[in-house]
């Protein structure tokens, strides 16, 4: 056994290469170039996470007639007043000038209309059409970009190295590195930072259907968990409504066909070949995602389904060459399947796609604990109860790049020095990282299964008090069970059942995180939707949940929001915030 530590020190530690990663780092070096900047990532810089997968777009005000103000109300209303307000204002306002730094700086080629403009599609759950596009393939162009700048930069590189604490210093000023395993070879590093970014992105990958890619876990908001730090509307976990559903025997299963189809006039049918959704909504297929999951998801729970339990998507009255020019992508991701998503039906269920909750944080991306910042889907607040398609990139992005400053301007002030570490939570984290070698027996596999099963049947699209406690005992169980788990190679280097097992903590210590905040709200709004309180309740008393933890275990606080730009009752604009164009006018 190999438990020697190497440590490493650097400026600027960045956790994560997503698009709020790779934008941080751009960011930093570009406030100071001297700066000392290391990313570190599960996987290959620019080759892994979920902003690479985005295949919709990027919401930001540009055309005529559109506005910040209306891009601000969408958001505020498609979050059903949950969202923090000065950071959902911060999003959409600075959205206008990163769009303009990806195209005409890092050289973003987004599709545009005959005149030159860029082209902004339909996106539902908003008011104007204001989602910039690379086809159905955003995410890789946006990400392809900054990974070169990144690349050429000089920038430390830690890749397939796993983050597994965040270490404070001995005297409590704040963080002093973060402890992590190189994948490739067991050797655990511990990397002396002055600031550090948690950017390692959320992926409610416990869930039975999820499109994240499978190297996510939640391991950022299980390292501030631990650390004490606030989670904000961890209840909310968003379902995107069709993801693939093509059996059980194929891990495309759960991959997103993005929300562009639906925007584009795509139709919804369920087993017997209707169309469902009028009857849930007036805006049929472009309600916001939670309507049309929970939508899809009655079809199903009352037998309306397809040979494989789901309901069907279909475009051909679109015309199937024009479906195939426009969402080439998805096009050939469904016939790699033997799905005619053109000229045919695709089977389709509710997936779990995003987590609105996370650290609580500034509009700086500070943290409760000094010289650590965080950006992206590790973050609460911007999104609310529901994130609007097309807010998530711009999320990211957004709020990378205003890290990176912040992170460079900490550095500067000649107060952030590298800390001494807390050894005893360092040796602490290297101890529960050695756990399952020690322990015998167990399966792994199994225990996933049953996990996914749990959240799907009991902390998913439809919730009650009694399947929300139900689970709470059968997580309680779940994590004894993998803490009897055992491997049985004790090779470190590239175990990856080692890895599985540090996700399954992760996922287990999260997946508790919202099951405790979803029994908390007992009410509905947006992603939660609680059977036994269906109604929303006063917004002008919302509330949203903060979750935090302590040697007693998990605390539920319910804080009012503060409507610090508009209440329920105003708005920004005349017309109907949230409300298809068509239906607007």
């Given at each position: 056994?190999?438990t020697?530590?190497?440590?490493l ?5 960045i ?8 934008m941080a780092?751009l960011h ?8 000392d900047?290391?990313?570190?990532v ?12 985005v295949q919709?777009?990027?919401n930001v005000a540009?055309?005529?007639g559109?506005s910040?103000?209306r ?16 950071l ?5 306002d ?15 080629f987004?599709d ?8 902004q599609k339909?996106?539902?759950?908003q008011?104007?059409?204001r ?11 946006i ?9 050429a ?15 404070p210093?001995?005297d ?5 590195g973060?402890?992590?395993?190189d994948?490739?070879?067991?050797q655990?590093?511990?990397v ?6 948690l950017?390692s992105g959320?992926?409610p ?6 499109t ?13 968990l631990?650390?004490?730090?606030p989670?904000?509307?961890m209840?909310m ?5 069709t993801?693939?559903?093509a ?9 997103v066909l993005e ?8 139709y919804?049918?369920?087993g017997?070949?209707?169309?469902f959704?009028?009857r849930y909504?007036?805006?049929g297929?472009r ?6 999951s ?6 199903m729970?009352?037998g309306?389904?397809?040979p494989n ?7 051909a ?7 195939a020019?426009?969402?080439k992508?998805?096009?050939?991701r ?10 045919g ?17 500034e ?18 607040g911007?999104?609310g109860?529901?994130?609007?398609g ?5 999320n990211s ?20 020095a590298w800390?001494?570490a ?20 167990g399966?792994?596999s ?13 902390v ?5 008090r ?5 689970a709470?005992t059968?997580?309680g ?6 803490h009897?788990t055992g ?8 175990n990856?059942?080692w ?10 210590d999260v ?11 007992e ?5 939660h ?7 929303t ?11 935090t933890?302590?040697?007693a ?9 503060d409507?610090s ?10 017309d109907?915030?949230?409300a298809p ?5």
């Open positions: 056994m190999n020697s530590l190497e440590t020190r650097t400026d600027i530690l956790i994560g290469s997503g698009g709020a990663g790779l780092a930093a070096l570009q406030a100071d170039p001297d700066l900047v290391t990313i570190a599960k996987g290959l810089i620019g080759k892994c996470g979920c902003t690479r997968m919709g777009g990027y540009l055309a005529p559109d910040v103000e891009h601000f109300m969408d958001t505020i209303v498609g979050g059903k007043w949950l969202p923090r307000q000065d959902a204002w911060k999003l959409v600075k959205a206008v000038e990163r769009i303009h730094e990806l195209e005409n700086e890092l050289g973003c987004f545009r209309n005959p005149d030159g403009s860029l082209h339909a996106f539902a759950g008011s104007f059409d989602t910039v596009h690379k086809g159905d393939l955003t995410g890789i162009e990400v392809n970009r900054l990974m070169e700048q990144v690349w930069r000089g920038v430390n590189k830690l890749e397939e190295h796993r983050a597994i604490e965040l270490i210093a001995r409590g000023s704040g963080i002093a973060v402890l992590l395993v994948m490739r070879t067991g655990y590093r511990y002396e930072a002055k600031a550090v970014l950017a959320g992926g990958t416990m869930y039975l259907y999820h994240p890619s499978g190297d996510k876990a939640c391991d950022g908001m299980a390292m501030a631990r650390r004490n730090l989670l904000r509307d209840e976990v968003q379902f995107h409504p993801g693939l559903l059996g059980t025997d194929t891990r495309m299963t759960g991959t929300e562009g189809l639906r925007g584009a006039g795509g919804l049918l369920n017997a070949g209707e169309r959704m009028s909504h007036e805006h297929e309600a916001t995602r939670d309507i049309v929970r939508s899809i998801y009655s079809e729970r009352a309306n389904t397809t339990g789901g309901i069907f998507i279909e475009m009255h679109l015309g199937p060459e024009n479906v020019n426009k969402f992508g998805m096009v050939e469904c016939a790699d399947c033997g799905f005619d998503l053109a000229g039906r695709v089977e389709v269920v509710p997936t779990a796609h995003y987590m609105m909750g996370g650290v609580e944080f509009l700086d991306c500070g943290t409760g604990l000094p010289g650590l910042f965080a950006a992206g889907e590790d973050c609460g911007v999104h109860a529901n994130r609007l097309g807010n998530g990139v711009a992005t957004v709020f990378g790049g205003i890290a990176g400053e912040s992170m460079a301007a900490y550095v500067q002030t000649g107060s952030a800390r001494e807390d050894k005893t939570v360092l040796e602490a984290g290297i101890s529960r990282a050695e756990h399952p070698f020690q322990a015998r027996g399966n792994l199994d225990l996933r299964e049953r996990l996914s099963h749990c959240m799907w049947d009991d998913g699209i439809l919730r009650t009694d399947g929300l406690r139900s709470l059968a997580l169980d779940f994590r004894a069970e993998l009897e491997l049985a190679d004790g090779d470190r280097a590239f990856l059942t890895h599985d097992w540090m996700n399954l903590e992760s996922q287990i997946s508790a995180v919202i099951a405790t905040a979803a029994l908390g709200r009410d509905s709004r947006g992603a939707f609680r059977e036994d309180f269906p109604e309740g006063a917004l002008e008393e919302t509330c949203f949940t903060r979750i933890q302590s040697d275990g998990l605390a539920l606080d319910m804080v009012p929001v409507f730009i508009v209440a329920p009752g105003q708005s920004l604009i005349e109907e915030a949230g164009p068509s239906a607007a006018e």
